[in-house]
């Protein structure tokens, strides 16, 4: 029974199931993660400004599946960034400092 956890009646465990695949520095980024189990977009915020992942790249906002495998990748250029978010449609907005909202699909 090693490693199974009582909850109320019943029993579970947790299992590893996959390592996740991304090369990112996370604890150095703002990451935001659509509602149930979606995708992930992950950007290097500082004082409201994208900075580049790598040294000697460009800034970007990357999205990744919940395992981690990166689906798309966007130069950015567009401003200094106050918060990100992801709608229940799967669309990541992006509130810029001068008060633009941006929307972005994923499906486009």
């Known amino acids: 029974a090693a490693g199974w956890r009582g909850l109320a009646d019943r029993f579970y465990r947790k299992q590893k199931l996959y390592d996740m695949r991304w090369d990112i520095e996370l604890s150095r980024?703002?990451?935001?993660?659509?509602?149930?189990?979606?995708?992930i977009a992950v950007a290097r915020i500082v004082n409201k400004k994208v900075l580049p992942q790598k040294p000697d790249s460009m800034p970007?906002?990357?999205?990744?599946?919940?395992?981690?495998?990166?689906?798309?990748?966007?130069?950015?250029?567009?401003?200094?960034?106050?918060?990100?978010?992801?709608?229940?449609?799967?669309?990541?907005?992006?509130?810029?400092?001068?008060?633009t909202v941006m929307i972005f699909s994923i499906f486009v």
Do not use: Q
């Open 29 to 39: 980024c703002t990451r935001v993660c659509a509602p149930f189990g979606g995708p």
């Open 60 to 99: 970007t906002i990357d999205i990744f599946a919940s395992s981690g495998e990166p689906i798309s990748s966007f130069l950015w250029e567009k401003g200094n960034v106050i918060n990100m978010a992801w709608t229940n449609k799967e669309e990541l907005v992006i509130l810029l400092e001068e008060g």
